[in-house]
Protein backbone atom coordinates (compact mmCIF):
# COMPACT_ATOMS: atom_id res chain seq x y z
CA UNK A 1 0.00 0.00 0.00
CA UNK A 2 1.23 3.15 -1.14
CA UNK A 3 -0.04 6.76 0.42
CA UNK A 4 0.44 9.90 -1.32
CA UNK A 5 -0.21 13.20 -0.13
CA UNK A 6 -1.01 16.11 -2.19
CA UNK A 7 -0.24 19.92 -1.20
CA UNK A 8 0.26 23.17 -2.54
CA UNK A 9 -3.02 23.52 -4.30
CA UNK A 10 -4.97 27.18 -3.80
CA UNK A 11 -6.58 30.17 -5.20
CA UNK A 12 -4.04 31.87 -7.89
CA UNK A 13 -5.26 34.68 -11.07
CA UNK A 14 -5.18 33.84 -14.21
CA UNK A 15 -1.54 34.13 -15.28
CA UNK A 16 -0.41 33.11 -11.99
CA UNK A 17 1.66 29.84 -11.08
CA UNK A 18 1.34 27.45 -8.46
CA UNK A 19 3.40 24.68 -7.40
CA UNK A 20 1.72 20.75 -6.52
CA UNK A 21 4.09 18.35 -4.62
CA UNK A 22 3.05 14.83 -3.93
CA UNK A 23 4.65 12.47 -1.38
CA UNK A 24 4.91 8.66 -1.41
CA UNK A 25 5.12 7.23 1.20
CA UNK A 26 7.02 4.09 0.12
CA UNK A 27 10.97 3.67 -0.03
CA UNK A 28 10.63 2.20 -3.78
CA UNK A 29 9.46 5.28 -4.89
CA UNK A 30 12.06 5.21 -8.05
CA UNK A 31 10.24 2.81 -9.71
CA UNK A 32 6.91 4.03 -9.98
CA UNK A 33 5.79 5.47 -13.02
CA UNK A 34 3.72 8.93 -11.49
CA UNK A 35 1.00 11.24 -13.20
CA UNK A 36 -0.91 13.88 -12.70
CA UNK A 37 -4.65 14.16 -13.07
CA UNK A 38 -7.38 16.69 -12.88
CA UNK A 39 -11.12 16.84 -12.59
CA UNK A 40 -13.29 19.51 -13.44
CA UNK A 41 -16.84 20.02 -11.70
CA UNK A 42 -19.26 17.96 -14.00
CA UNK A 43 -16.06 16.21 -16.11
CA UNK A 44 -14.30 13.21 -16.22
CA UNK A 45 -10.81 13.03 -14.74
CA UNK A 46 -8.17 13.64 -17.20
CA UNK A 47 -4.46 12.89 -17.30
CA UNK A 48 -2.54 16.21 -16.72
CA UNK A 49 0.87 14.85 -16.91
CA UNK A 50 3.06 11.66 -16.66
CA UNK A 51 6.73 10.78 -15.73
CA UNK A 52 8.42 7.37 -15.93
CA UNK A 53 10.82 5.61 -13.35
CA UNK A 54 13.34 7.29 -16.05
CA UNK A 55 12.34 10.20 -16.08
CA UNK A 56 10.42 10.94 -19.61
CA UNK A 57 7.30 12.97 -19.53
CA UNK A 58 4.33 13.33 -21.00
CA UNK A 59 1.57 15.98 -21.01
CA UNK A 60 -2.36 16.26 -22.42
CA UNK A 61 -1.96 19.22 -25.27
CA UNK A 62 -3.77 21.58 -23.00
CA UNK A 63 -0.82 22.18 -21.21
CA UNK A 64 2.37 21.72 -23.13
CA UNK A 65 4.81 24.37 -22.57
CA UNK A 66 2.61 25.98 -19.21
CA UNK A 67 3.43 22.83 -16.85
CA UNK A 68 6.57 20.86 -15.84
CA UNK A 69 5.84 17.46 -14.24
CA UNK A 70 9.66 16.73 -12.51
CA UNK A 71 9.88 13.89 -9.86
CA UNK A 72 12.58 13.59 -6.61
CA UNK A 73 13.56 9.96 -5.69
CA UNK A 74 15.45 11.44 -2.98
CA UNK A 75 12.68 12.70 -1.08
CA UNK A 76 9.50 10.42 -2.57
CA UNK A 77 8.37 13.28 -4.35
CA UNK A 78 6.75 14.05 -7.46
CA UNK A 79 5.89 17.99 -8.51
CA UNK A 80 3.74 19.76 -10.83
CA UNK A 81 4.93 23.22 -12.17
CA UNK A 82 1.97 25.00 -13.69
CA UNK A 83 2.64 28.48 -14.47
CA UNK A 84 0.24 31.02 -17.00
CA UNK A 85 -2.42 29.47 -15.12
CA UNK A 86 -6.06 29.72 -16.89
CA UNK A 87 -9.51 29.71 -15.58
CA UNK A 88 -9.61 26.37 -17.45
CA UNK A 89 -7.72 24.58 -15.18
CA UNK A 90 -9.24 25.02 -12.01
CA UNK A 91 -10.14 21.38 -10.89
CA UNK A 92 -9.12 19.05 -8.17
CA UNK A 93 -5.50 17.34 -8.87
CA UNK A 94 -4.68 14.15 -8.22
CA UNK A 95 -1.43 12.30 -7.93
CA UNK A 96 -1.44 8.50 -9.10
CA UNK A 97 1.46 6.09 -8.93
CA UNK A 98 1.46 3.32 -10.71
CA UNK A 99 3.71 0.09 -10.31
CA UNK A 100 1.44 -3.48 -10.90
CA UNK A 101 -1.04 -1.56 -8.73
CA UNK A 102 -2.48 1.75 -8.74
CA UNK A 103 -2.65 4.38 -6.11
CA UNK A 104 -4.23 7.72 -5.78
CA UNK A 105 -4.14 10.45 -3.29
CA UNK A 106 -7.31 12.44 -1.92
CA UNK A 107 -6.42 15.72 -3.95
CA UNK A 108 -5.64 19.11 -3.96
CA UNK A 109 -8.25 21.94 -5.15
CA UNK A 110 -6.72 24.31 -7.53
CA UNK A 111 -8.94 27.86 -8.07
CA UNK A 112 -7.87 30.08 -11.03
CA UNK A 113 -10.16 33.08 -10.80
CA UNK A 114 -9.50 36.97 -10.87
Known amino acids: QVQLVESGGGLVQPGGSLRLSCAAS????????MAWYRQAPGKSRELVAF???????KYVDSVKGRFTISRDNAKNTVYLQMNSLKPEDTAVYYCNAQHVWSFWGQGTQVTVSS
Open 26 to 33: TSSFSIYE
Open 51 to 57: ITSGGST
